[in-house]
């Protein structure tokens, strides 16, 4: 069983920035992948950026070259960076990890609102 506790979010301008923290009850080492997703309103659950554990990252290009995620192996925390926002990135976002069984576990959801 691995828990995920998440921080940050909010309400911000567009153009402003905001950062996740996403806390894991397990070393990075002993997963596979680590990330974001997010859900807006009446749409699916659609990804933001993962890391894995060797430190490999992926962004959805919506938000390739605004997001950065990086890991803190220390501190077993994956933070996502999010630079330059706009009202489209408003949504629920959830911490998700898939461990080395390869089961995913969530976080419970940050709402990040940005207004325009």
């Known amino acids: 069983q691995v828990q995920l506790v998440e921080s940050g979010g909010g309400l911000v301008q567009a153009g402003g920035s905001l950062r996740l923290s996403c806390a894991a009850s397990v070393s990075l080492f002993s997963i596979n992948h680590m990330g974001w997703y997010r859900q807006a309103p009446g749409a699916q659950r659609e990804l933001v950026a993962v890391?894995?554990?060797?430190?490999?990252?992926h962004y959805a290009e919506s938000v390739k070259g605004r997001f950065t995620i990086s890991g803190d192996n220390a501190k077993n925390t994956v933070a996502l960076h999010m630079n330059s926002l706009k009202p489209e990135d408003t949504a629920v976002y959830y911490c998700?990890?898939?461990?080395?069984?390869?089961?995913?576990?969530w976080g419970q959801g940050t709402q990040v609102t940005v207004s325009s």
């Open positions: 890391i894995t554990s060797g430190g490999s990252t």
């Open positions: 998700h990890v898939e461990a080395r069984s390869g089961f995913w576990y």
